[in-house]
């Protein structure tokens, strides 16, 4: 049975998906958006009892999840507190799809991370985190392939799935995004994630 902070973490990310649902900007751009996170809660639901992650993994996939309904809710070039921080800083753009690209490194991670420990796939922890690095740009090169796909495949209905306001460069800085987000991931929280590792695995 899963434990009452499961149970918290299950119930917000249900409210904020069933919320980003609810009249949004873009059906097809929020289908888009939240279908990471759709197919991330199939497979966490059928490895929960198998191989339950630690606490730390499963908040920041809530956390995730929360940033990738947002902008599918109002797409990532029309996020509201975003365009005030565009108007009142005098930005080019809105520039919430950076947030994105950000967690899309730092949140991701911690979750290599964690399955190279646990599955013992790399020993040396400076080969394992350069590799954790190298997997999360790669997803992010993945990513981004993804949306050049949808936005060919869908001409003009992919344009708010793009999110490219026109930044020409907007490509190779979200993968830039990704990797530093991945970098500061594991200097602020392998720590902390060694400790909820080593309880886990006393279990």
Same mark, same amino acid.
């Given at each position: 049975?899963?434990?009452?902070?499961?149970?918290?973490?299950?119930?917000?990310?249900?409210?904020?998906?069933?919320?980003?649902?609810?009249?949004?900007?873009?059906?097809?751009?929020?289908?888009?958006?939240?279908?990471?996170?759709?197919?991330?809660?199939?497979?966490?639901?059928?490895?929960?009892?198998?191989?339950?992650?630690?606490?730390?993994?499963?908040?920041?996939?809530?956390?995730?999840?929360?940033?990738?309904?947002?902008?599918?809710?109002?797409?990532?070039?029309?996020?509201?507190?975003?365009?005030?921080?565009? $108007?009142?800083?005098?930005?080019?753009?809105?520039?919430? $799809?950076?947030?994105?690209?950000?967690?899309?490194?730092?949140?991701p991670a911690m979750i290599v991370r964690e399955l190279?420990?646990?599955?013992?796939?790399?020993?040396?922890?400076?080969?394992?985190?350069?590799?954790?690095?190298?997997?999360?740009?790669?997803?992010?090169?993945?990513?981004?392939?993804?949306?050049?796909?949808?936005?060919?495949?869908?001409?003009?209905?992919?344009?708010?799935?793009?999110?490219?306001?026109?930044?020409?460069?907007?490509?190779?800085?979200?993968?830039?995004?990704?990797?530093?987000?991945?970098?500061?991931?594991?200097?602020?929280?392998?720590?902390?994630?060694?400790?909820?590792?080593?309880?886990?695995?006393?279990?």
């Amino acid at each position: 049975m899963p434990g009452r902070y499961h149970i918290l973490l299950l119930t917000l990310f249900t409210i904020v998906l069933l919320w980003s649902g609810i009249g949004p900007k873009d059906q097809f751009t929020w289908f888009l958006e939240v279908l990471p996170a759709l197919i991330g809660f199939v497979v966490l639901a059928f490895t929960y009892k198998r191989f339950p992650l630690t606490d730390l993994a499963y908040t920041l996939i809530v956390i995730h999840t929360a940033i990738l309904a947002v902008g599918g809710h109002y797409t990532y070039a029309e996020v509201p507190l975003f365009d005030w921080v565009r $108007d009142t800083f005098g930005q080019a753009r809105n520039n919430y $799809d950076k947030v994105g690209h950000f967690a899309q490194g730092f949140i991701p991670a911690m979750i290599v991370r964690e399955l190279f420990i646990r599955k013992q796939v790399v020993p040396s922890p400076r080969w394992r985190n350069f590799l954790i690095v190298c997997v999360c740009l790669a997803f992010s090169a993945m990513y981004e392939f993804f949306e050049w796909g949808v936005a060919v495949g869908t001409g003009e209905a992919g344009d708010a799935f793009l999110g490219t306001q026109g930044y020409v460069w907007d490509t190779q800085s979200d993968m830039l995004y990704a990797t530093v987000g991945a970098i500061v991931s594991l200097v602020l929280l392998s720590k902390f994630h060694d400790r909820q590792l080593e309880k886990k695995l006393v279990k």
